[in-house]
Each structure stands twice: as C-alpha cells, then as structure tokens.
C-alpha cells in the first residue's frame, strides 16, 4: 500500500535527540529550540519567531495577541481546518465564514469587505497547500478597517508572496510542524512576530502568564505572574527532531518540488481532456509543494476514484468538510453571502500521496492508477 503520507525523516533526528539528552536539556525553550529559532528568524527576515507544541498552540496565541473579545467576529474561510477557528473560539469570538476562490482556494478577497461589521476585529486567512492568499488586497483591507490579520500558514512553511514569506506579511503568522506537514517535530508548531512590539506579550502568554523570558534575558530580576498564559512551549527532544530537518531544508524542499511537478506534468494530458483540474498557482505565489491534488467532476466521481485507488495499493484522501456545515461551526458561527464554491470544490477534491521520499515507482504507480480509473 502507498500511504498517504510518511513523516519526513532525514537521518540526523536521532543524534541530535540523544545530545538533549545527553546534556539533560530536555524542557522547553533548550539549545535546540533556540537553534530553530534563529534559523526561522534568519530566513524569514523576522525579529521573532517562537516554537510551539502545535500550529493549533500558534494560533491560540495569534488570537490571544489579536486582544479578540467575546462578541467580536473574526472573519475567515470555511474551508480550512477546524484549528483555524478553534483558537479564536476559545477567546468567544464569532466566526464569520466567507466563501472561497475556486481557484486556488483561498479565502476570496473580494468578499471579504461586505462581511466587516463594527464587531471585527481580525481576518484569519488561510494559504491552502502552501499557495498565498491575495495578501496585498487583504492587508489594503484591514489596515482601512483597523483589522489584525492573522496567516495560518501551518501548510506554507516556506512559501512565498510577491517574493514575501508567507507567515510574516500579516500581523502574525502560524506555522505547523505536525507529521503531516513538510517539515516536522512529530506535534509542534511555531509564531512568528514580523513586528516587535508584540514581543513580550508573546512571550507571557507563551510561559503560563508569567514574564520568565525578560528575566533570563536579565531584564528585571525576578519574575512573576502577570498575564493569563497558557504553556505553549514544546520540549527540546521535538526541537531537536526539528532542527534535523531545517538543516535539510533544501533538500526536502527540491525533493518534495520534484514530485509535485512529476505529479503536474503526467496529468496534463487529463486536464487537457477536460477529466481533472490541476492545482492553479498565481503569479504571485511561489508555493512549497505542501499538497498535491485534483479536481474531479463531482463528489460521486471523488468516491469513486478514491475506490479505485485503494484497490490499486494506493491511500488518497478528500479534504475538508466546510465548517460552517459541520455541528461546531454551526453552533459558533455563520457563513456570510451565498457560498458558490466552499460546499462545491470541497466536494470534488483529492489529495494524493504526498511527502519527503516518495520514489518515483511509488508515484508512477499513483499516476498509472488515475490513468486506468479515467481509461
Ligand atoms: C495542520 C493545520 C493546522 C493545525 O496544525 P497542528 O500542528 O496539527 O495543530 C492548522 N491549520 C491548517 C490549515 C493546517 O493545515
């Protein structure tokens, strides 16, 4: 069977798991941590990043930043992952869904004005399979409006906007390093602050609402409880996993490309015949081969499809059931307008195998088996 996805490990992970504990730095905040740190502030070009045991723990921190009260509505898409709406639920905000592009599936820039009401107070956007979001309209959008915008970028470590990082154009940006994701710590995650005055509140809700970071930097010489908090710190041996990969960062970036447009261009031909859409990639994006996946006609074909590969050996799998559709999102919010695309691409879109790895004989079979699905 050809899974659907295998945690990205390159062989070092190991090593620098045993020197933490080696060196009996295995809480957070360690050597490893740091390491990550610096390395995520260097290539982004931000003045602070900060791991986290989840992308999930990012953006409860991202919403927790965003000062979001009860009553106020955060706008975001309905197609995305529930943790995008869970961190500002937390916080008793009102989600506002709003319909997506069919293109690249992102949150659709163009209504996401009609939605403000004097209630917002953040737009939560998502970049689907690392793929930007019109950032240039949207940010134009909230700084009119005095909006904070929060990037879920838990897909799109790496991937770019106009040249521009993506997680660090907004207000905040949240990356995951869950096992699915192109890097990894098996749960983990990261926030990074593009401006620096949100640092110390940053730190504070990240150590349990204490100022602990200002006093190991010696800036004040005791610390004390001063904020709700929560501990959003992940342990040094996940840090040091991490740490293995973004050493390879290269390498799983191009292996992960090579694939991705090994994918592209075998199914040109079934675009050509009107059987799938491929992915559209903007100008402006410059993606990070996160996911691959194709457009069918409808839901039926989906299942069908999905069928037919499983018997062929090979695990695909649909994306998103909308969450204004499911009991929660119902429950804490609503979908703004009339939802032309959510509900209908959602419905006929499968994701292929996918991550660091895969061998081209694997992925010939997964080609060859869409092949004899449409034959
Ligand atoms: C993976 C993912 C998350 C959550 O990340 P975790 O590390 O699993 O908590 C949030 N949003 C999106 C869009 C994701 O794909």
Redesign the pocket.
Known sequence: MIDFNVPPFTGKELNYMQEAVANRKICGDGPFTKRCEAWINEKFGVPASYLTT??????EMAAILTGIQPGQEVILPSY??C??ADAFVARGAKLVFVDIRPDTLNIDETKIEEAITDKTRVIAV?H?AGVACEMDAIMDIARRHHLFVVE?A??AFGATYKGRYLGTIGDFG?F???E??NYSMG???AIVLPDLKYRDEAEICREKGTNRSRFFRGQIDKYTWVNYGSSYLPSDLNAAYLWAQLEAYRDISDDRMKSWNRYHDSFLPLEEKGLVELPTIPDEAGHNAHMFYLKVKDMETRTSLIRHLKENGVLAVFHYIPLHTSPAGRKFGSFFGPDVYTTKESERLLRLPMYYHLSEEDQDQVIRSVYSFFA
Do not use: I, P
């Open positions: 989840s992308g999930t723990a990012a953006l995305t992952f943790s995008t998502v689907y879920d838990a897909q949240c995951s390093f869950h699915t994701k749960e983990g995650g």
